[in-house]
């Protein structure tokens, strides 16, 4: 499965962090070998980055609490392609997790009159009431739809995704997604009708009822920026080959993180391609694990 992209949309949840004691005896033994340092962007990079408005350190479970091991799937999903090879089709997806609002991207859809879909949570809602304005002057360009209400996987299972404490029941992965609706329509916001959970996996149950609640969910085909980690040239590189049909996700809500910048370059590169770029409400959208249909 592929490492996941959201290290900058994981839930905001207390810190439970296990003091390290030193061993007995001095002088210390020989260390072992070190082993290689993850990957930029990889998950327990992603999870071990504690940067302004990102990451915070996963609430471990209860001693006495069971973790389960559900299958979990992340889900892809595409838009119908143009079929035109001067103009490809291609839907820019952006998440706002927590922290604050980018200005270069932001500034660069408004601007170049780009449309996108935006995904928010509660908690960057009550954080941003400056970028909810723009939203609202803009609805022309965006979709604004639900991230959920504090960041937290919508598995209906007690288990960690990442090291992160999923909503754990029914009742709570509930409780994501209404109350991640409910801030939207507080903020002036209509109802959504796409929901994308953090981490952007889910089981089969918490599936079922998500689309019970009447949404679809948005996975994704293109992953942008690796969740903000990327550096600027890697994450122009990366949404600039976009192909017809492409579902891009990345993130509206770190701008102090390089990738920002290589996302705003991107998105003047696809204009220059004469991309056509279309919301989720534009277009049909076909996702796999049951999301869309």
Same mark, same amino acid.
């Given at each position: 499965?592929? %490492?996941?992209?959201? #290290?900058?949309?994981?839930?905001?949840?207390?810190? =439970?962090?296990?003091?390290?004691?030193?061993?007995?005896?001095?002088?210390?033994?020989?260390?072992?070998?070190?082993?290689? *340092?993850?990957?930029? !962007?990889?998950? &327990? /990079? *992603?999870?071990?980055?504690?940067?302004? !408005?990102?990451?915070?350190?996963?609430?471990?479970?209860a001693p006495s609490q069971?973790?389960?091991?559900?299958?979990?799937?992340?889900?892809?999903? $595409?838009? *119908?392609?143009?079929?035109?090879? =001067? #103009?490809?089709?291609? =839907?820019?997806?952006?998440?706002?997790?927590?922290?604050?609002?980018?200005?270069?991207?932001?500034?660069?859809?408004?601007?170049?009159?780009?449309?996108?879909? @935006?995904?928010?949570?509660?908690?960057?809602?009550?954080?941003? &009431?400056?970028?909810? /304005?723009?939203? +609202?002057? $803009?609805?022309?360009?965006?979709?604004?739809?639900? %991230?959920?209400?504090?960041? @937290?996987?919508?598995?209906?299972? &007690?288990?960690?995704?990442?090291?992160?404490?999923? *909503?754990?029941?029914?009742?709570?992965? %509930?409780?994501?997604?209404?109350? !991640?609706?409910?801030?939207?329509?507080?903020?002036?916001?209509?109802?959504?009708?796409?929901?994308?959970?953090?981490?952007?996996?889910?089981?089969?149950?918490?599936?079922?009822?998500?689309?019970?609640?009447?949404?679809?969910?948005?996975?994704? #085909?293109? $992953?942008?920026?690796?969740?903000?980690? +990327?550096?600027?040239?890697?994450?122009?590189?990366?949404? #600039?080959?976009?192909?017809?049909?492409?579902?891009?996700?990345? %993130?509206?809500?770190?701008p102090t993180h390089a990738?920002?910048?290589?996302?705003?370059?991107?998105? +003047?590169?696809?204009?220059?391609?004469?991309?056509?770029?279309?919301?989720?409400?534009?277009?049909?959208?076909?996702? $796999?694990?049951?999301?869309?249909?």
């Amino acid at each position: 499965m592929r %490492h996941f992209l959201f #290290s900058v949309c994981l839930t905001l949840l207390p810190l =439970a962090a296990a003091a390290q004691t030193a061993p007995a005896g001095y002088p210390p033994k020989p260390a072992p070998p070190v082993q290689a *340092a993850p990957k930029q !962007g990889t998950i &327990p /990079q *992603a999870a071990a980055q504690l940067s302004q !408005g990102a990451v915070q350190a996963p609430q471990k479970a209860a001693p006495s609490q069971k973790l389960a091991s559900p299958k979990l799937v992340e889900p892809r999903l $595409n838009v *119908a392609r143009s079929g035109v090879a =001067a #103009s490809p089709r291609v =839907a820019l997806t952006f998440d706002a997790c927590m922290g604050q609002a980018d200005e270069r991207i932001l500034s660069t859809l408004v601007r170049e009159r780009i449309p996108a879909t @935006i995904f928010v949570t509660a908690r960057w809602l009550k954080k941003n &009431p400056q970028a909810i /304005q723009v939203f +609202l002057q $803009n609805l022309d360009l965006f979709d604004i739809e639900n %991230h959920g209400q504090n960041h @937290i996987p919508a598995v209906d299972v &007690p288990t960690l995704i990442y090291g992160i404490a999923a *909503a754990g029941s029914p009742e709570a992965v %509930h409780q994501e997604v209404a109350g !991640g609706a409910s801030a939207m329509q507080a903020a002036g916001f209509a109802a959504p009708r796409w929901f994308r959970g953090s981490t952007a996996k889910y089981d089969a149950s918490a599936i079922r009822q998500i689309r019970d609640m009447g949404y679809r969910i948005a996975g994704y #085909s293109l $992953n942008g920026d690796d969740g903000s980690l +990327l550096g600027a040239g890697a994450a122009e590189r990366k949404i #600039s080959a976009a192909k017809d049909g492409d579902v891009v996700i990345a %993130h509206i809500n770190q701008p102090t993180h390089a990738a920002g910048e290589g996302v705003a370059r991107a998105l +003047l590169a696809l204009k220059k391609r004469g991309v056509e770029f279309v919301r989720l409400s534009d277009v049909e959208g076909l996702g $796999n694990d049951d999301t869309t249909q």
